[in-house]
């Protein structure tokens, strides 16, 4: 079975996803209102993997939260806390679920989170994942036993447009891609000069053929939040978009207005095939902004 994201990218429309943290507490109300705010503006929805190394409500038992509001999960997966064991384990139990997305990512190192003093597994890496994720959708687990009923998940993974060494990016995501990615969720896009180099690099070495790159897009809060964000290492925030957040009148609103501007902005850029929208803490704002970009209403399928 097909979900909604896969559709909306192979039939060759522009996608729309967000995301949605899960709790730190066992309550799934929060999850079903903004699964079912998200479900009918964007295609498929997040739900992050401890984000940040911090314990939260399972990716797993928030997505069958948002399937039960008519959404399509996308299940983030860290192999931070998990051995190749668990992984397996938990693709195959995602699958049974009715998920049919699924997001590799290595994650944050325990000594970011709430629980520094807890040991990191790094049993594989994000590439390692997709690679035995992929061979899983192919029927036959990492050791090379067959599976039966294989889970046939759609793979992606991140990429970081702004890391150094700059001019490596593509190459690396270009390994991402022959290890199973299908769709990539960038980091979020504020220097949109240095993203179409980017983008150029991945047009220039046939990666953005092999592979969906969706851009990852954050409506500032206010200028304080660009200005934190301008120091945290793999970020690039422009200095003009910072004196303008601090000269608006409403930051929240000017925020907004430069997500809706970005993702105008990112959609005339060859390669780019959708943008994922990340108002962290701020869902409410998600629907808004697809109207305003022109991608509401979503395409529709039988």
Known sequence: MTGRLQKVLEAGEFAVTAEIGPPKGADPAGIRRHAALLAPCTDAQNLTDNQTAVVRLSSLA?????????????VQMTTRDRNRIALQSDILGAASLGVRNLLCLTGDHPVF????????????????????????????????????????????????????????????????????????????????????RFMAQTVETGVAERV??????????????????????????????????????????????????????VRTIPGVRGVHIMAIMAEDLVPGIVEEAGLYPRPRFE
């Open 212 to 265: 969906h790159i969706l851009v990852g897009v954050t409506p500032p809060r206010s200028a304080r939040a660009l200005k934190f964000m301008a120091n945290i290492p793999g970020f690039s925030v422009p200095a003009e978009l910072i004196r303008r957040m601090e000269g608006a009148a409403d930051q929240k609103r000017e925020g907004v207005k430069i997500a809706t501007e970005i993702i105008r902005e």
């Open 113 to 196: 989170g709430n629980h520094p003093g807890s040991k990191g597994v790094f049993d594989l890496d994000s590439i390692q994942l997709l690679d035995v994720a992929r061979g899983m959708n192919e029927g036959r687990f990492q050791n090379g036993e067959e599976i039966k009923s294989p889970p046939g998940l759609f793979l992606g993974t991140t990429e970081n447009p702004y890391a150094e060494p700059f001019g490596y990016r593509a190459l690396r995501l270009r390994k991402k891609v022959a290890a199973g990615a299908r769709f990539v969720q960038t980091q979020v896009v504020y220097d949109l000069d240095t993203f179409r």
């Open 62 to 74: 928030a997505a069958v939260h948002v399937l039960g509001e008519g959404g399509d999960p996308v």
